[in-house]
């Protein structure tokens, strides 16, 4: 009985290993493909947050500089209806320039 008892186990084990080193094999390129993917999915996805990123700054820039631009014809408005709704730089009307001899005087 223990001879094979012996052989039996010795037949278990070589399929233990047989299967072991199918499970080794596998595990390489499984881990390797699982690599492969992951870089190649990775690649994708940083593309993906680029450009993103790239339009949401191009957005914020162009808030930036709109804002600015109202804030710019604001001011020019207002400027520009202080000097016409004022007499500064104009002539009250009905009256002529000021002048000294040939130059005009404002």
């Known amino acids: 009985m223990a001879i094979s008892t012996a052989i039996t186990s010795l037949l278990t ?6 299967q072991s080193l199918f499970n080794g094999i596998y595990s390489i ?3 390797l493909f699982s690599a ?6 990775g690649l994708f996805a940083f593309i993906g947050d680029l450009f993103k ?4 700054t191009l957005g914020g820039v162009g808030n930036f500089v709109a804002s ?12 520009f209806a202080y000097v ?3 007499n500064q730089g104009a002539t009250t009307r009905g ?6 001899g040939r130059k005009k005087v404002n």
């Open 13 to 18: 084990s070589i399929t233990e290993l047989v």
């Open 29 to 31: 390129f499984h881990t």
């Open 36 to 41: 492969f993917f992951s870089l190649f999915f």
């Open 53 to 56: 990123g790239i339009a949401n």
């Open 68 to 79: 600015n631009l109202l804030i710019i014809a604001l001011i020019s408005a207002a400027g």
């Open 84 to 86: 016409r709704y004022t």
């Open 95 to 100: 009256q002529k320039a000021a002048s000294v």
